[in-house]
């Protein structure tokens, strides 16, 4: 069985300042990661993925995330939030060889402050 | 490229009515999967075909819902009838099957369903 848990539903930051996103894992197997956004009314776009290669993986927009699996974390960060990141993110996992079945957390929704 | 595509976008209907959404995957895709985004929620896995084979559908409700993916490409998904609580977007997405593991699902931008 495999889960994902998202720290906190909502997260605020300053435009500017350092965006984190929260991620904690659950599988009996080595896990594939994902984590994807969602603008409104949209579908959902991948950021970034961790396929068992390097632990810190970079996506698009600048944002990043760092496999560890001491923690069974992959945390979201960005160094510098712009206004155009205000979406919601939702971290995901699939079991490593699977069929690509993802199980997704319940999303985190970043509010970006002027 | 072009993408997912998934019709209507948006659909109201009366309880105990019928609804059936459609879904056309990128070309060449022969993974197809349909989610249920219950608000505030992450989106949840119903059915995933390969081609027109069906995968899994363990999560699927199969007393009210029903897909299928005739000729391996484009697919409906059908709830029949419809309870409240099946109020959600309706995601599709795809992927490539000869693609490496862990490789990306496409999403379509869903179809909000609301029963009254």
């Known amino acids: 069985a495999q889960s994902v848990t998202q720290l906190g539903s909502h997260v605020s930051v300053s435009e500017g300042a350092l965006v984190l996103l929260r991620c904690n894992y659950s599988?009996?197997?080595?896990?594939?990661l994902f984590w994807y956004v969602q603008y409104p009314n949209q579908g959902l776009q991948l950021l970034l993925k961790?396929?068992?290669?390097?632990?810190l993986v970079k996506g698009i927009n600048g944002f990043e995330a760092e496999f560890k699996k001491s923690e069974t974390s992959f945390h979201l960060t960005k160094p510098s939030a712009h206004m155009s990141d205000a979406a919601e993110y939702f971290c995901a996992v699939s079991p490593s060889g699977s069929a690509r079945q993802l199980t997704f957390g319940s999303g985190t929704q970043l509010t970006v402050l002027p | 490229e072009a993408g997912v595509a998934q019709s209507p976008r948006y659909k109201i209907i009366e309880k105990r009515q019928s609804v059936a959404f459609w879904c056309n995957p990128i070309?060449?895709?022969?993974?197809l999967y349909w989610y249920q985004q219950i608000l505030g929620q992450g989106p949840k896995l119903l059915i995933q075909f390969q081609n027109n084979g069906v995968v899994d559908d363990s999560q699927l409700p199969k007393d009210r819902f029903s897909a299928e993916r005739l000729k391996g490409v484009d697919s409906t998904l059908k709830i029949q009838p419809a309870k409240l609580e099946d109020s959600a977007v309706y995601l599709c997405?795809?992927?490539?099957?000869?693609?490496?593991?862990?490789?990306?699902?496409?999403f379509g931008p869903g179809t909000r369903l609301t029963v009254l």
């Open positions: 961790y396929t068992s290669a390097a632990t």
């Open positions: 070309s060449g895709h022969a993974t």
């Open positions: 997405a795809s992927s490539s099957f000869l693609a490496a593991r862990g490789d990306e699902q496409f």
């Open positions: 599988s009996s197997v080595p896990p594939y």
